[in-house]
């Protein structure tokens, strides 16, 4: 997971290490989103204040060096003082994938949820669409501060490649576990288990005890995250 944790790594402890060992001082990571275990994340966007006396192309090399092979820095850049990775951002993009095959992989166990039913595209993408727009997402997680479960999700769609399904998500924000328990909502319809009508009963119930269990962690990645 992203969170720092007293025990155990993530990937926030992972940067601060990181960057402590070539500033020579401690830094607190801010980031987008707070990714839980085993979700990944491809585009995550992270902040942090430090005492540099190089280029920034020298930083990114150092810290590169001293990272975990599970965690490296694409890209970086000065930032002003009144952004924050989280709070200005304005959209954010999350891929689930499902592997729909009768026998596991696994090469992609770590990166794909396998499904060994058959999944009806069709139905899945109708049953997304009821969820684009500016709803509740009560019954499919929590806040991540506050009360407010209200999100608006720009698009969310399927698409197939060969035993290989996707659905891209991208919104505003997202609750907490809400892009896992959309996507497992969302099988549920693939799978036959629910009508398509149903979604959209359980958006309006504002209700997560109504809600199928998420769909795990693995398929889950958090793909880009944009600012103005």
């Known amino acids: 997971g992203f969170q720092w944790q007293a025990q155990g790594r993530t ?8 960057i402590q060992q ?12 707070r990714t839980d275990t085993g979700v990944h994340a491809a585009g995550q966007v992270i902040g942090f204040r430090t005492a540099w006396r190089h280029s920034l192309a020298d930083l990114q090399r150092a810290l590169n060096a001293v990272l975990p092979g599970d965690a490296a820095v694409l890209a970086i850049g000065p930032a002003d ?6 709070f200005s951002a304005t959209r954010r993009y999350y891929r ?3 592997l729909n095959q009768p026998w596991r992989s696994p090469l992609e166990r770590r990166y794909a949820h396998l499904v060994t039913q058959p999944l009806n595209l069709e139905a899945m993408q109708a049953a997304a669409g009821l969820l684009v727009g500016v709803h509740d997402f ?10 407010c479960t209200v999100r608006e999700l720009f698009s969310a769609e399927w698409q197939r ?3 290989r399904f996707h659905v891209d998500v991208v919104g505003s924000g997202v ?7 959309l996507a497992g909502t969302l099988l549920q319809v693939g799978t036959g288990v629910w009508e398509i009508d149903r979604v959209a ?23 880009r995250v944009d600012y103005e």
Do not use: I, K
């Not at 009560?138 to 806040?143: N, Y």
């Not at 009963?201 to 990645?221: F, S």
């Open 161 to 163: 490649d060969g035993s």
């Open 201 to 223: 009963v359980l958006l309006e119930a504002r209700n997560r005890a109504l809600a199928p269990p998420p769909a795990p962690a693995c398929g889950l990645c958090l793909m």
């Open 81 to 86: 003082p009144t952004w924050h990775p989280r």
């Open 22 to 33: 070539v500033s020579q001082a401690p830094a607190r990571v801010s980031g987008s989103g």
């Open 11 to 18: 990937v926030q402890g992972v940067l601060e290490t990181a």
């Open 138 to 147: 009560a019954s499919f997680g929590q806040p991540t501060q506050g009360n």
């Open 96 to 98: 689930y994938t499902v």
């Open 175 to 181: 609750l907490r576990g809400m892009v896992r328990c």
